[in-house]
């Protein structure tokens, strides 16, 4: 078949080396508008607030979609039932559209409301208008990228993500360039805009790849073996029964992110600060913390999004030591992304501020307390995939519906008493709270114990010593007078070889997960093991 069916682990590479490649993108035109004067903190928050409500919406309106499709795709072509693969396909596509449609116009209709009322932060107005549209985009690209991921194929998938975010990148920068000597509210509209364009040409790009293949896909499909069709309003029924409870945890996520919307900017100003303090002081958060934070999240996502059609189609044939190997080993590897760049932040905090955002470095301190939140999201992302693949699909929601509880309240009461530090606290507990609750359902449910010592302790005891490693050498190369860039570059690689050193000495992965990795068996010659 012309959309080929890749193994598990290249799967995995595939989203993991797009992701990379896509948030190094998105960080570089982040970092571009940061260091706008005219845009900076400021703009920031408009931009974070805007974009924090439209991935709310989009959260509610797309459903789920991916994993909900691939999950019912995967489980037809495990049986041979391609027809019915391709059915849920047409019936998702009409179903998500139509309910992305409706919340795009509430969200452009209602935009004045929304940030008068609800964020108490007029300036928002404009960028959920300009991003309204890119609901409508994004479910319907969705509904595609569920297809091809559901028959184990994610290049496509991740093409079309770059593609996204190449055209977000440059018409971001451009949009925001055209806009300067504007008010920052109008610059934020103007860079946002640029998402609605980026994912309108995603969509094309993923038409243009099922439509040369369309012909290919049916031939398959004549040549499968025939089963009972189901109507599609049945097939619509199964939609929206897994797509509620999938989408419930990113629905929670996102409405995470909307609590310190609603709560950050209003809580600072009853701490002291007037409005445009505030802002700056939220932009710090979003435009900064949460950028540098996004690239070792967005790296793990790769698991989360290979491990449900894996799974599911390990369990339809039986196989729950096949499903079980790969969540462990998923879990080990998102330790070992997650650690060191837990410790690597918050060590070299400030030099990155300072290299990064040469005319804005405020706020470093921030970073330092919410990079430790990266071990618990990271984690929490695989066990969320592992949850939904063996089919316990409302837990990963309901464990993050009791974190966001938790934030909301300590958001309330601590805000206006102790700061800007509170939101980066809070948001540690939010993802402590969901990443234990989700393990100790997964693990309960599979009858295993979660294996703390390979999959916690070694990685930490590693990172700890790469963390310290990092310390000493930025240190020597400031006293040796290289300057802050050189210094944190080259204490970065450095860290990167005493890791890999402590990784081996530790014997933290086996002979078989090391060949599960790209050049895996040259990897274990050079070892010797």
């Known amino acids: 078949m012309a959309i080929k069916k890749q193994s598990f682990m290249k799967g995995v590479f595939v989203i993991m080396g797009s992701q990379i490649l896509i948030k190094i993108l998105g960080f570089i035109y982040r970092i571009i508008q940061t260091n ?14 805007g974009y924090q409500v439209y991935t709310f919406i989009l959260a509610i309106a797309t459903m789920g979609i991916p994993n909900t499709i691939s999950k019912l795709v995967s489980e037809k072509i495990t049986l041979g039932d391609r027809r019915g ?11 998500f559209v139509s309910i992305a449609t409706v919340f795009a116009l509430s969200l452009f209709f209602g935009a004045e409301f929304i940030s008068n009322t609800i964020l108490n ?18 479910s319907m690209s969705a509904v595609l990228r569920g297809y091809f991921i559901g028959m184990e194929n994610v290049s496509e998938y991740s093409k079309a993500q770059i593609i996204e975010q190449v055209i ?36 094309l790009y993923l038409v243009r790849y099922y439509r040369k293949n369309r012909d290919e896909i049916w031939r398959e499909i004549n040549k499968a073996q025939q089963f009972a069709t189901e109507s599609r309003k049945k097939i ?11 989408s419930f945890g990113s629905v929670v996520s996102a409405l995470s992110g909307l609590i310190d919307v609603v709560t950050v900017v209003n809580g600072l100003q009853k701490y002291g600060y007037d409005i445009v303090t505030a802002n700056a002081k939220y932009g710090i958060l979003s435009g900064k913390v949460d950028i540098l934070l996004a690239v070792p999240l967005s790296i793990n996502v790769a698991f989360s999004v290979a491990l449900v059609p894996f799974i599911s189609s390990a369990i339809a044939r039986h196989r729950k030591d096949e499903a079980l190997s790969k969540i462990k080993y998923s879990l080990k590897i998102s330790s070992l992304i997650a650690l060191p760049c837990t410790f690597g932040l918050f060590v070299l905090a400030t030099p990155i501020f300072q290299m990064i955002f040469p005319n804005a470095p405020e706020g470093a301190y921030l970073l330092q307390i919410e ?55 809070t948001s540690i507990v939010f993802s402590a709270t969901a990443c234990i609750i989700s393990a100790i359902v997964l693990f309960k449910a599979l009858k295993v114990r979660m294996p703390l010592k390979e999959v916690i302790l070694k990685p930490f005891i590693a990172s700890a010593l790469m963390g310290l490693s990092v310390f000493a050498s930025y240190k020597l190369f400031i006293t040796l007078s290289l300057g802050n860039t050189i210094s944190t570059l080259i204490s970065i690689c450095i860290g990167v070889i005493v890791y890999a050193i402590f990784v081996i000495i530790l014997k933290i992965l086996n002979k078989d997960e090391i060949q599960q990795l790209p050049y895996g068996n040259k990897i274990c010659k050079m070892l010797k093991i």
Do not use: R
């Open 85 to 95: 693969a391709h059915k849920i396909f047409k019936t998702a596509f009409l179903v």
């Open 168 to 203: 977000n990148c440059v018409f971001s920068v451009i949009f925001v360039l055209m806009l300067v000597g504007n008010s920052p509210e109008i610059m934020a509209a103007g860079s946002t805009l640029a998402t609605t364009v980026a994912t309108s040409t995603a969509f």
């Open 36 to 49: 706008i004067p005219q845009f900076s903190d400021v703009g920031n928050s408009y931009y974070g607030s």
């Open 121 to 138: 932060n007029p300036g928002v107005k404009y960028t959920l208008m300009a991003l309204s549209p890119a609901i409508i985009f994004v």
């Open 236 to 246: 619509a029924k199964k939609l929206i029964s897994y797509a509620v409870p999938i």
């Open 371 to 425: 990079c430790w939140l990266l071990f618990f999201s990271v984690v929490c992302q695989t066990i969320t995939g592992a949850l939904q693949g063996i089919g316990k699909l409302a837990v990963p929601g309901f464990a993050m519906l009791a974190g966001t509880v938790v934030k909301y309240i300590l958001n309330v009461i601590f805000i206006p008493i102790y700061g800007e530090v509170v939101p980066a606290i």
